[in-house]
């Protein structure tokens, strides 16, 4: 078993035709996953990395009977792909596309919300079950199959964990990089939620960072909900406070929270142990196998 | 992406919002022109992207054209916590009997915008929100609707704002917020907005910070960006594109990703060092960028150390390798020793092409640390 | 027992302290509806038919612990008014005024879809339950205690049916005038709904007119659905096509649909007898009871 | 509210959607110099609110002077479905190589805004839609989020729209739709939107139906409206605001409510009588409403007899009946027999009031209608 994805699900590439969009395409059909489709307007009829593209997402789903996708669709024109996919009533979109406006990005998460996709990222590196399937941008070779699943606001501090338990002989059942944007539409309580009701999930892998209150509001789920035991790492201890937002992101944000120090103490008030080094992490999910 | 006060005003008053008259000033002479022509008392602002100028001494009112020529003079040109001043706005006084605060942002936790009134408004609002959260009244606002004028209402009430003047602060609240929308605005802020004796409303200051990923479709606000910097090295990581923060240690590094980089310095404290530099050169860097940010880090007098750590995803290690040869090509020997550590795609091609006379090459995260720190306190 | 509202239903009126309001307040509070409070901006602190008046729906809810509330505001006005009870989560909001904007009603349905409040109206009489509570602008005189539930989309038609069944002795459990506007809070199908769920409910008096296709999919769902038996009148045997609206309106719409016949045919499949005059369904009624 | 096609044509070309070239013309003169102009073939089309305008002879092509001149010479002034024509558009006849339909409405069922789109346009949409519904591609619309790019490229390409012309008819359905929420609409359309050998796209006919309700915020759109009455009596209802349809029998009706009118029609219908009109005079009728609704009624020289039901609710008996003693007093004897029913509020005080030497009262809906039918009879 595993969470969101597996060699079955059948992915669409959304903006398949541009370079981004081909060269993963091609990689994710390479580590094996099941990519069925590209959709592009105006595309319709061609055919990029072996499979057919098609003028819209409805059809592409329709035609090949597809239940998730990854966009990689420019950031002006995102959210309206994001959308797209959300009325298709796919179970799974990975919005790897850097840079959509943050009011967009509250539209989109405002549509999710009705709906019963995941969505995850923007600005993330993807999901992959080793060995399945990728859908992203993740180097599918440091990933290894095992009973670990991993959860990371960062790109490639996930690679490093994630190499770290590999090297160790500790695979993983899926690894999630739901992105570091301020709105993200898988937050570290969801994907939390999906490892806990997975059976070969056998211990969580958790790396957070620095601002926001989603570390913070994951440590009160794991202590009130989870059995499945969890490791953290938080990455921005010696960041200094630096360019401040302006108040009015202050005020909201509250103080106290978002620092490296309150996510630590939250976790660690939650049963968490927090990694001081990525490796640290790994000997701590390493002691509760 | 940042307005001055005086671009903020320009476009809150295009909207409708009423703003003190007020004129810019780049010199004494023209000032001084101004404060005559709006009539005295005038306050003169430094225009900076700094916070907190009034106690900075980069606000002063003056009551006649000797006080204002003063002021001018001695805020033009003045260093405000590291920023040059090369423009004031001199702007009518107002009397107010009255100062409330109006905010729009987004609010991360809930995903969605949020409205807020304080009738606590012409100081620190962070202060006020921290020490009685109940003194600003929040409406969230449905992003798919936008607000609704009940919600301006009720949030103007909800601050324990009545009488005749609420219908006034309510209608500038929506418009506060459709300029948000409409200018893809992160923060749009007037603290204070002034009620007057008259019962008028006046937005005496004005904050509008701009989401930099939409700023291709906000050509007029794209337009009034003013680049400023403290320092060279921050104008040079803006011309190359970089998220450069610097700090106060010797370690120069250079990393791929905001999470792998500040776990980078994290480490380079664990192991009793001190980070010089925040420097993420962002993903599928090319040669040319590499070689950029090693430039940019040499030229860094405070680095004493340099550690280079990329774990490629799209960045592919034979690329990074080529630049980081690229950009030491023109040393025999290098001014500092560099640490390098290659991982993921490509990484094992990456580090056969590294020239190794010049870098010392890791292939461990905690080695490379190590190494670094080493390397800077054998220079220290 | 009775649907919607009884005589513990606690009452504001949005708009009490314009002409219409402050006179069918008075009207309400007449007939014994528990009327709390109002709530017109800029009017807070006022007193208006012996209630206190506030600035916003949300302090009159909370001070008053209301559950429902009637609405005379202006129609310019009146969709902002809806949106504001909607947000303060009432069980039912009648709106009475006549002449919203359609696209604002488009609005204010697609967030009452989200809600779990019952909108009844916009342009109607609003709703009675005899001896107990009335919420709108009905003559409360006409009405009587019984065990009929009545739903129309029409305001003096529906005064003439429940005319012929008082005269009769037949009373009524609750009555709701659904209003005539092209697109309403709860549509007959919601009526039925709750009339089928009540218990004192013995059989239901439904007036329908021509237009739309509201009546037609209620024979489905009284086919479908429900076990107490319903008799009908349908308004606009004779009426011409008329003015047609413009092409597409009817495209939409569909042919064959929202004329008498197509009503009167769906319902008499449905089982339903539809009454030739108000007197039949009086008639039709008392067969049942 | 109707725009006629030359408005709805202003209001698209302002916002981007391309029509053809036209002129506007009152007089034969007018329309050869717009002819002229324009350059040959041009169309002539009346400008009435009259769907089927062409099969009825309002339109015309025309491919050089004389025969422009014979054709605005014989549409202007003619009579079309009982409207008077008194003014043309002149309009360049573009060469198309493909028609479309394009159409925003509001889905009644569905509460939603819905986007059309069609591959057979330049006929009869109605008859497509019932014959072939699957030509006619739908796309329902989210009134909170206004139509995505997406939705508008969507509906084009499942109307089996394809290639390099897809993206411009997108652009004018998304273009439509945003028109069709801007102006408070109840209908947009193009039907024919052209598609020219060259790939350009022309809207070549244009509907937009305004919401009545929604006027009082369209000040511009408001300002465009003209009245048009085939006859005084509509008019005169225009005037006096009331609903009012013209029928072809006898029994003049006036009632309040719409649903209660219609009930007494039918009731005519069912006692073997013929009505001569349909008239709400609306909710709470003051005695003035009530005088005109009667003047009206007399007016109509087909009427034999007259109906008048009120059930009170908001509208009270007294005023009612004070009402209609006003229209009647300067009557000795009424030119043909009036019967009076009153329900409901204050019923019984109206009843009391009324002039029973002039009018029948009626204390049932059924024996009213009949007594009414029996009076029409007896004139007929």
Not at chain 1, 22 to 43: C, D, L, R, S, W
Not at chain 2, 159 to 171: E, K, L, T
């Amino acid at each position: 078993m595993s969470v969101l994805v597996d060699a079955d699900t059948r992915v669409i590439v959304q903006g398949i035709t541009g370079g981004e969009g081909t060269f993963h395409a091609k990689g994710m059909i390479e580590y094996g996953t099941n990519v069925v489709a590209g959709a592009v307007p105006g595309n319709g009829g061609q055919e990029v990395a072996g499979v057919p593209v098609y003028d819209t997402v409805h059809e592409a789903v329709r035609r090949e009977d597809a239940d998730a996708s990854v966009v990689f669709v420019p950031p002006a024109l995102a959210a309206d792909a994001l959308f797209e996919a959300l009325d298709t009533s796919l179970d799974l979109v990975v919005a790897v596309t850097e840079g959509i406006p943050t009011q967009d990005m509250a539209k989109v998460t405002r549509r999710l919300s009705e709906t019963e996709t995941h969505l995850v990222g923007p600005n993330c590196p993807g999901v992959i079950t080793p060995d399945e399937a990728k859908l992203g941008i993740l180097p599918g070779d440091i990933f290894s199959s095992g009973p670990v699943g991993l959860v990371s606001r960062s790109g490639t501090l996930t690679y490093q964990v994630v190499d770290n338990l590999s090297n160790r002989g500790v695979g993983q059942t899926t690894a999630i990089g739901i992105g570091g944007d301020p709105i993200i539409g898988t937050s570290f309580i969801d994907a939390l939620e999906l490892f806990e009701a997975d059976e070969e999930t056998e211990a969580v892998a958790m790396c957070g960072e620095i601002g926001g209150e989603d570390e913070e509001q994951a440590a009160k789920y794991i202590a009130s909900e989870m059995d499945t035991p969890v490791a953290a790492f938080i990455a921005g201890r010696t960041a200094p406070p630096g360019k401040r937002m302006g108040h009015a992101g202050a005020i909201v944000s509250g103080s106290g929270t978002g620092t490296a120090k309150s996510k630590i103490d939250a976790l660690n008030n939650a049963g968490v142990p927090v990694g001081d080094t990525p490796e640290e992490i790994a000997d701590h999910i390493e002691d509760v196998l | 992406m940042k307005l001055h006060e005086y671009q903020a005003k320009a476009v809150f008053s295009d909207a409708g919002i009423p703003t003190p008259d007020s004129r810019l000033a780049t010199t004494v002479d023209e000032a001084v022109a101004a404060g005559n022509d709006i009539g005295y008392p005038v306050v003169v602002k430094a225009q900076v992207h700094v916070g907190g100028r009034g106690k900075a001494g980069g606000i002063e009112v003056t009551t006649d054209e000797a006080e204002l020529h003063e002021a001018a003079d001695s805020i033009l040109g003045m260093d405000l916590k590291g920023y040059h001043v090369d423009r004031v706005l001199v702007e009518a006084a107002v009397d107010f009997v009255d100062e409330l605060y109006l905010g729009v942002t987004m609010d991360r936790n809930e995903g969605d915008p949020v409205a807020m009134v304080s009738s606590e408004g012409g100081v620190d609002i962070e202060t006020v929100a921290e020490e009685t959260p109940a003194a600003i009244a929040r409406e969230g606002v449905d992003p798919a609707f936008g607000i609704h004028p009940y919600q301006a209402r009720k949030a103007v009430y909800d601050a324990g704002i009545g009488g005749d003047v609420a219908r006034d602060v309510s209608s500038v609240l929506a418009t506060l917020y459709d300029l948000w929308v409409d200018s893809d605005a992160s923060e749009a802020e007037i603290n204070p907005l002034m009620l007057t004796e008259e019962g008028d409303v006046a937005a005496a200051d004005a904050v509008m910070n701009i989401d930099d990923d939409a700023l291709f479709r906000q050509p007029d606000l794209a337009e009034m960006e003013e680049a400023s910097y403290t320092d060279d090295l921050e104008r040079k990581a803006g011309e190359y594109g970089f998220d450069y923060v610097r700090l106060s240690g010797n370690v120069g590094i250079i990393g791929n990703g905001a999470g792998l980089v500040m776990a980078t310095l994290d480490l380079v404290d664990h192991y009793g060092g001190a980070p010089a530099n925040f420097l993420d050169i962002g993903g599928g860097a090319k040669a040319e960028r590499v070689a950029n940010a090693l430039d940019m880090v040499f030229a860094d007098e405070n680095v004493d150390s340099v550690l280079f750590n990329i774990f490629g995803g799209i960045t592919r290690g034979d690329e990074v390798a080529r630049g980081i040869n690229e950009a030491l090509s023109q040393f025999d020997e290098l001014p500092i020793p560099v640490v390098v550590r290659l991982a993921g795609t490509n990484a094992d091609e990456g580090m056969e092409l590294l020239t190794t006379e010049l870098v010392h090459v890791e292939r461990t995260l905690e080695n490379a640390v190590q190494r670094a720190v080493d390397n800077a306190e054998g220079k220290a």
